[in-house]
């Protein structure tokens, strides 16, 4: 018999338990034997592998912007940005997955910092991605040539394989907070990225106001002729903040007047959506605004797939799981697989909560589930 130095990597151990056999020696020999040929048995792994329902990795947790917001702000001093390292994104790390920067199992996020003058240099990726701007202006980020600009309130998706680079033309710098399907990608093993031009041409570092996809498709309702077959992600590259207000402020206006249209009393939701399928503006990653009226609460939800909030602005409470927080404007938290979530604002003003989960990820795949607790 020849004696193999590598230990295995598979440990059984007899467990005790319902279904479990007894720990006899012939069951120790058995389980050695299991090792040796890298066999695992579905008897002592059902309960992890197949739960009654999700148990996530991942757990609740909270990070403040004012902290973010300073460590970016010293790295925008000493760290670089250019060819290599691509940004300077400082990703959450959830800390239940192994100091990976893994916001959930699924989503990345992070904050993004730019200097003034700076550019971020071109490249593209099948991860899909978004921007979405808490605070400041003055980037553009050029989406396959077409300059957008970012300013507080905006969503700005931005799908995956198309070339993109951001550009900082103002005298101040700027930080926004990046959400991408990194961490689904990387478990799936399913990424390709390539590198761009070192430069964008002058003529991309337009600084309009309105960009070449809100002049072709930012208008409530209305489409393109030219352009009538449904586009899998958005061709839509900024999603303004007036638009968005004026949503919330609507349906709560509307439920002031005893009318209907609020996702539940005090609590108003949008979707940002892609206007050639009225579907989530990206097939991996779905984007909301929340607004708590002040003093009210929402009710309490559970869903298949993880969430990342920031809190874009007022103050208020939110529990996720055995958690709860005081958060305040930027703050980002993580909600986990099938954890309770609900949120209240405080009584001196609204909060307005940006989401974005998974969701359409477990959609395609028939394996989504949602329900309100409470
Ligand atoms: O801005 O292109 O946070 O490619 C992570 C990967 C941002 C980006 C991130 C990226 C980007
Ligand atoms: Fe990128």
Not at 10 to 21: E, F, I, K, S
Not at 152 to 180: C, K, S, V, Y
Request: glycine residues 10%.
């Amino acid at each position: 018999m020849t004696t193999d130095l590598t230990p295995s990597p598979v440990r059984l151990h007899a467990v005790a338990g319902r279904g479990q056999p007894d720990p006899t020696p012939a069951l120790e020999e058995l389980y050695r034997g299991f090792e040796q040929e890298l066999l695992v048995p579905l008897w002592t792994e059902i309960g992890d592998l197949m739960p009654r329902q999700p148990q996530s990795k991942a757990v609740p947790h909270l990070w403040r912007w004012d902290r973010l917001k300073a460590l970016a702000a010293q790295a925008g001093e000493i760290v670089p940005v250019g060819r290599g390292g691509e940004r300077r994104a400082i990703a959450l790390a959830n800390p239940a997955l192994g100091g990976r920067p893994f916001a959930t199992p699924t989503l990345w996020a992070a904050i993004q910092y730019l200097m003034p003058g700076e550019d971020a240099p071109e490249h593209r990726h099948t991860q899909h991605a978004f921007r979405f701007v808490v605070e400041g202006e003055g980037v553009w980020t050029v989406v396959n040539g077409d300059a957008v600009r970012m300013s507080r309130g905006d969503f700005l998706p931005q799908a995956g394989w198309n070339w993109h680079a951001h550009h900082n033309a103002a005298t101040e710098p700027m930080a926004w907070i990046d959400g991408l399907d990194i961490p689904f990608s990387y478990y799936t093993e399913s990424q390709f990225f390539e590198v761009g031009r070192e430069r964008i041409s002058p003529a991309e570092r337009t600084t309009a106001e309105r960009s070449y996809s809100e002049r072709l498709w930012g208008h409530p309702g209305l489409r393109p002729v030219s352009k009538m077959g449904a586009q899998p992600v958005t061709p839509l590259l900024a999603y303004r903040w007036v638009d968005t207000d004026r949503a919330l402020a609507d349906q709560l206006a509307l439920e002031a007047e005893g009318q209907a249209g609020t996702l539940s009393p005090g609590h108003a939701a949008v979707r940002f959506t892609n206007p050639s399928t009225g579907g989530d503006v990206l097939p991996t990653m779905r984007t909301e605004m929340h607004r708590v009226r002040a003093g009210g609460s929402t009710l309490v939800h559970r869903e298949v797939g993880s969430s990342v909030f920031q809190v874009f602005d007022g103050s208020g409470t939110v529990t996720v799981g055995e958690r709860t927080w005081q958060v305040a404007r930027g703050d980002l938290f993580v909600v986990p697989s099938w954890q309770p979530f609900s949120a209240q604002a405080s009584a001196s003003g609204a909060l307005d909560l940006f989401r974005f989960c998974d969701a359409p990820i477990f959609e395609a795949l028939h394996a989504h589930r949602a329900e309100v607790t409470g």
